[in-house]
């Protein structure tokens, strides 16, 4: 499956940004993951093929919300109250062979190509 994430930009601290990750077909695990400049790539949230389970980094635990809408194969970041710390490429990710949520980059076989969030101070 392909996915295209969108929805990146330039926001000051405090703002708010919406991600969006859509994919060309059916996927079960989805998650996201940021990659900041000299750094790996970390686990930021992810949900599972039913929806009701999620699961987030401390660093965005009650900032950051992800949802999804399988009408649409369509996954969601809302971020809030960002932080400069939260500047880094976003990437999206998905599963078609797991249906529960993971941290661990290994386990999503396919991968969209990154929208970039700055966040000034």
């Known amino acids: 499956v392909q996915l295209q994430a969108s929805g990146g930009g330039l926001v000051q601290a405090g703002g708010s940004l919406r991600l969006s990750c859509a994919a060309s077909?059916?996927?079960?695990?989805m998650g996201w993951f940021r990659q900041a400049l000299g750094n790996e790539r970390d686990f930021v949230a992810a949900?599972?093929?039913?929806?009701?389970?999620?699961d987030y980094a401390g660093s965005v635990l009650g900032r950051f919300t992800i949802s999804r809408d399988d009408a649409k194969n369509t996954m969601y970041l809302q971020m809030d109250s960002l932080k400069p710390e939260d500047t880094a490429i976003y990437y999206c990710?998905?599963?078609?062979?797991?249906?529960?949520?993971?941290?661990?980059?290994?386990?999503?076989?396919?991968w969209g190509q990154g929208t970039e969030v700055t966040v000034s101070s």
């Open positions: 949900i599972s093929w039913s929806g009701r389970v999620t």
């Open positions: 077909g059916r996927t079960y695990m």
């Open positions: 990710a998905a599963d078609r062979n797991r249906s529960w949520v993971s941290r661990a980059p290994s386990e999503y076989e396919s």
